[in-house]
Structure formats: C-alpha cells, structure tokens
C-alpha cells in the first residue's frame, strides 16, 4: 500500500497549490455565504472546512499516498462540503441523491474491505493495510460526490440558469384573472411582515404572479417565466427575450426585502414590454414605422440592438452609458410607479377591510426608505441583444 509518487516537500507544497487555485475557482463561480452568516463569516467557515480536511488529509496519507491523485481528492472534498451546505436548499433533490449515493457507496466499500481476509503479514500490517484501504476508499467516494455535486450545480446555474423556480405556472393568454384585484390574496404577501414569513418557493410563487399580472397590463402575447439564480454582485436580474424569462438573484429573493424584489421584477417585465413594442413597430413597413408615436419603439428597437451593459460599477462611464439608456430610464420610471400602485392598492384594500392599525402607513415611504441601499448601483438589464 505504499504508493508514494512525491517527496513529503512536494506533497504539501502540491497540496496548497491545489488548495490555493480551487478557492479561487469556487469564490469565482460558486461561493455563497452559509444561511443567516455574513460573507465573511462564511468565508472563514469554508477556509476552516478547507484546512481542517486537508491537514487531516495529509497526517494520514503523508507516510504512504503521497500521489497527485491523493492531492486532488483531498482538495475536492472541503468544496463538496461546502456546496452541501449552501446549496442544499436550493436543490434539495439532487443534494440527497448524491449524499444517499456517496453513504451506500462507502458502506459497501467498508464491507467488502472489512470482509476480505488477507494472508500475509502480520496481523499489526493487516490492520493497518485494511485501515489504508478504507482511508482510501472513504477519501476518493468523497471526492467523487463533491465532484459530482458541483458539476450538477454548474449546469444548474449556468446551463439550466436556474437554482429554483416557482411552482405558479406562467400565462400564454392573459384577461380578467390576471389582474390585482382578482389575485388580492396573493398581493397582499408582498406586505413585509408576511412576505419575510414565506419560504424560498413560495416567495417565487409571488413573483411569478406578479408576471403575469404584469404581463397582462402590458398586453405581452407570451408567458414570461421567472427564476433565481447566483448572479453577479450587485446584479439584481435580467430578461432574456430569446426564451422569455426573467432570471433574479436568489441574494435578492432571499434578503427579506419584497419593495426592491417587487422593483426588479417589474423593471424585468417592462423590458419584456418593450420587447413586444419592438416586435410590433418592425412588423410595419417604412411607412408606418416613421410615425411620431412610434418613436419611443424605434429608439428601444436601436438600444436593443446595441445594448450597453453594466455588469459592475467599477467603469463610471461604462455604467453611465447603460444608466442613461432610454430603454433603462423608462425601466426604471416604470418599476418605481408599479410598486407604488401595489402598495397602494394593498393599502386600500386592507383600510376597506377594516384594518386601521398602525401599520396601514405610507407604503410609498416605506419604498422609498428600504430601496435606498449602502455600496449600489444595482443592476437589471437585458441579457442579449437582439438580433436585426
């Protein structure tokens, strides 16, 4: 069982390399903070994971595993940890799969290795070689399912887009149902004192009725569809017209604030608004298409096809040029005066209702003070351009 490739020297040195390159990697594409701890807090536990099961790593292997392989596994395993840990929620059914998997692989493996009697040596080197081997299997079964875990994770949030979706079914035909006062019931859980009460899923519920109220004002002729998934700091969604969805940040959903996830949502769908403004205005002929009340469609139509996009506020001039774009100002004028109407739409109702207690105050105040937020700007945009 001794397999040493390396000098004990270059084990550790490869070892925290390794370590080194996969926490950049993660960070990058993956990290997340722990539920209910800070982003720092969070950091520290993953760099705790990492250390702790890399130096148990080493104490056990440094004296006959010192490979490559021994390395790679040993660095895997703390991510694997980690993903469990923030993503479990997020996609629970694969998450239990992997883990049940991973449970019933290494029992096997300790049955088997347990169960086969070896012939030589003596009963001190049996020992020691079953405990090796069992080491050996535990390490790389471990390995195999933070391995597989994460690449399940990469294609569901960057190929699939999505880390959860609603179960509310997004509308292909719009009337009277999807109007605010036919779907109060709902409405009214974007109160803040109900909507911090409400699950993950359930609060996708919400929103994806809210597109489709939204969808039905704006006289969309196609279901939009919304997700969450891990998008970049400070961006809060955008719309993808190819396939009409809205993708939004689970930071967003999760962060409590229904004014600023209300906000996003409708700036999303008034984007899907224009998109339809755009489809229409470019089916006419020349003509037609040079008439002063299309001329909001012929600038969105420009904007679309050349859009201007602001991922991170580091280039001033870079966000300004996004900022300043007619099809982001009218997003945003749009988006504020749509919450408002909510609010006060949820206000009426509940005075009509009987409700006189303290908390029927201002809800456009109470917009206004919670979307005012430290370290902005926050970005929703538009995912593709269009093509001509």
Same mark, same amino acid.
């Given at each position: 069982m ?12 490869e070892?925290l390399?390794?370590a080194i390159a996969a926490?950049?990697?993660y960070?990058?594409l ?5 539920e209910?701890?800070?982003v720092?807090?969070?950091?520290v536990?993953?760099v705790?994971i ?5 130096a148990?790593?080493i104490i056990l292997?440094?004296s ?7 390395v ?5 395993i703390?991510?694997?940890?980690y993903?469990?840990?923030t993503?479990a ?5 694969v998450?239990?799969i992997i883990l ?5 692989i290494?029992?096997l493996a300790l049955?088997c290795?347990?169960?086969v009697?070896?012939?030589t040596g003596?009963?001190r080197?049996r020992?020691i070689r079953?405990a090796?081997?069992a080491?050996?299997a535990?390490?790389?079964t471990?390995a ?9 994770l ?6 699939d887009?999505a880390?959860?979706?609603?179960d509310e079914?997004?509308s292909s ?7 605010v006062?036919?779907?109060?019931d709902t ?9 911090l ?9 919400v929103l994806?009725?809210?597109c ?6 704006l006289g969309?002729?196609r279901?939009?569809?919304i ?9 809060l969604?955008?719309y993808?017209?190819? $396939?009409?969805?809205?993708q939004i940040?689970?930071?967003?959903v999760e962060?409590g604030?229904p004014y ?9 769908m008034y984007h899907?608004g ?6 229409i ?5 020349e $003509?037609a298409?040079?008439?002063y009340?299309?001329y ?13 996009r602001?991922r ?5 001039? $870079?966000y300004?040029e996004y ?6 100002q009218?997003a945003?004028g749009y988006?504020q005066?749509a919450v ?10 509940l005075?009509?209702n009987?409700n006189?207690?303290d908390?029927l ?6 917009y ?7 370290g902005g700007?926050?970005?929703?945009h538009i995912a593709?351009?269009?093509?001509p």
């Open positions: 001794n397999r040493n490739m390396l000098s004990v020297r270059d084990y550790i040195i070892t390399l390794w926490f950049v990697w960070q990058n993956f990290f997340t903070n722990i209910g701890k800070t720092r807090r969070s950091n536990i993953l705790g990492i250390a702790v099961i890399i148990v790593n292997t440094v006959w595993n010192r490979t490559s392989c021994s790679v596994a040993s660095v895997l703390p991510y694997g940890v993903a469990y840990i993503y929620k997020y996609t629970p059914g998450c239990r049940w998997a991973a449970v019933g290494c029992a049955l290795i347990f169960a009697r070896l012939h003596s009963r080197k020992v079953k090796r081997m080491c050996s535990l390490r790389f471990g195999a399912a933070s391995t597989t875990l994460i690449i399940c990469f294609c569901n949030g960057y190929v887009a880390l959860f979706s609603p079914k997004p035909s719009y009337g009277e149902e999807y109007t006062a036919a779907n109060m409405v009214l859980l974007l109160q803040e004192e109900e909507w009460d409400l699950s993950l899923e359930k609060r996708m519920d994806q009725c809210i489709n109220i939204e969808g039905n004002y969309l002729n279901e939009v569809h997700d969450a998934s891990k998008l970049e700091e400070n961006l969604g955008f993808k017209d190819s $396939d009409s969805s809205i940040s689970t930071d967003l962060s604030n600023e996830t209300l906000n996003a949502v409708c700036h999303e899907a224009q998109a339809r403004y755009i489809e205005f470019e089916s006419l002929d $003509d298409q040079r008439s009340f299309l909001d469609a012929s600038v969105y139509a420009n904007e679309f096809r050349n859009y201007k602001a991170t506020a580091d280039d001033v001039s $870079d300004l900022y300043w774009q007619r099809c982001e009218d945003r988006a005066k408002t109407d909510y609010y006060n739409r949820i206000l009426e109702y005075e009509q009987g006189t207690s908390k105050v201002s809800y456009n105040q109470i206004r003070r919670r979307t005012t937020v430290k700007p926050f970005i929703c593709e351009k269009r093509k």
